[in-house]
């Protein structure tokens, strides 16, 4: 298969300029239970059969990019029955998955100990190709998608060359809209030994210079109009309003604030419908002109629909298409810059509202839109003022 082919090579290339260098690693054997009945509705639904549970066999390559962290690539391959719609299941279902997954142990933030205990936490993507063939050996149907996984896992280490591994693991399947589950175990073994822990060595504090203070001579019989604490013979500022922070010549002093914007904003849609209705557009014209208030602000603008349709594709560019209907009004009507303006679909995947009623799927038809955003404005200190 030609995802078999890709991985075999991957590995050949990849295995050869690593094994000279410490902290390499190689799982030769990994062994674990491909939980996939999660999603036999999907893969009925858009393939017309589904995979039953099974045996998963794998092996890995990696290298350490920290002693408690390392990027591994994993090729595996999950052989067990596959399932027609009907219910017959005379058909044979193979999975192969290949992905690039970093493994960051928690001693990354934590510290490193001596414990042979290492927990991690399994971050990665990849390529699946899932296959369906009857018993002559036809294909029937496939499926090649991109994946995610996401797991927790530990090591424990034996010596320093030899470590034991299991791990749970979550993948889910970004093309198909699926989630399928995973246990393992596995060997692992360092060639070259770990990376060790580097010693942080404090910095060499410069010594810091403290000027003097600056003495005002006065005159004693001198007197403080303004009660800025700066007498009149050297008040080059008189009547400075006593909250005003003054300097040696009675001035206000002046200093740099940041004012922060956060903004948020929501428009409704018809069913089916990305067009803006006009009860919206006065609420979208604000967001504009706090967007020219603040020059360096941003928006983000995510898309939701409701679990209505022919499919959750059809959902996925529905909701897409709400998200650039505002994006377009903020940049073509009201003159914000596109590059200032980021778009997101979430299709149906996160109601504010159940689905079951017409109520719940007008409150999740919507747009939802988070302005942030902050400005340096120049004013007089005064006394009641926090200055960091």
């Not at 999660?38 to 794998?58: F, I, V």
Request: proline share 5%.
């Amino acid at each position: 298969m030609k995802l078999n082919k890709i991985a075999l090579a991957l590995f050949a290339v990849t295995a050869a300029p690593l094994a000279a260098n410490a902290g390499v690693t190689i799982s030769p054997l990994l062994l674990g239970y491909h939980y996939s009945e999660g999603a036999d509705d999907e893969q009925s639904d858009q393939l017309g059969y589904y995979k039953e549970n099974g045996l998963y066999t794998g092996a890995a390559l990696g290298i350490e990019l920290t002693p408690s962290t390392q990027f591994q690539v994993e090729y595996g391959v999950s052989n067990t029955d596959g399932v027609g719609r009907d219910g017959n299941d005379n058909f044979d279902a193979e999975q192969e998955m290949i992905s690039g997954n970093f493994l960051i142990g928690t001693e990354q933030f934590t510290g490193y100990t001596d414990s042979a205990f290492k927990p991690y936490v399994l971050v990665g993507a990849g390529r699946s190709k899932l296959e369906f063939k009857d018993n002559s050996g036809n294909e029937v149907a496939d499926s090649i998608d991109t994946i995610g996984n996401l797991g927790l896992g530990a090591m424990y280490r034996i010596n320093d060359a030899l470590s034991l591994r299991g791990e749970a693991r979550a993948i889910h399947n970004f093309d198909e809209n699926w989630w399928e589950g995973m246990a393992l175990a596995g060997l692992e073994v360092v060639l070259g030994g770990h990376l060790a822990p580097t010693v942080a060595v404090p910095p060499q504090l410069e010594p810091t210079y403290v000027a003097p203070p600056v003495v005002i001579v006065t005159p004693v019989d001198d007197i403080d109009s303004d009660g800025d604490g700066v007498y009149d013979s050297v008040d080059q500022c008189p009547g400075t309003p006593m909250n005003v922070v003054v300097d040696a010549r009675g001035c206000p002093q002046v200093v740099d604030i940041e004012d922060t914007l956060k903004m948020e904003l929501r428009v409704f849609f018809d069913n089916d419908k990305s067009a803006i209705k006009n009860q919206y557009k006065s609420e979208i014209a604000k967001v504009a002109e706090k967007m020219r208030e603040y020059p360096n602000s941003g928006a983000r603008v995510e898309g939701h629909a409701s679990k209505t349709g022919p499919s959750a594709r059809y959902n996925q560019r529905l909701s897409e298409a709400r998200a650039v209907a505002v994006k377009s009004m903020l940049t073509n009507e009201f003159g914000i810059a596109p590059n200032r303006v980021s778009t997101v679909g979430y299709g149906y995947d996160q109601p504010i509202a159940s689905n079951d009623t017409e109520e719940g799927r007008a409150m999740n038809r919507r747009v939802y839109a988070i302005i942030t955003g902050d400005k340096t404005m120049t004013v007089e200190q005064t006394k009641d003022m926090v200055i960091n």
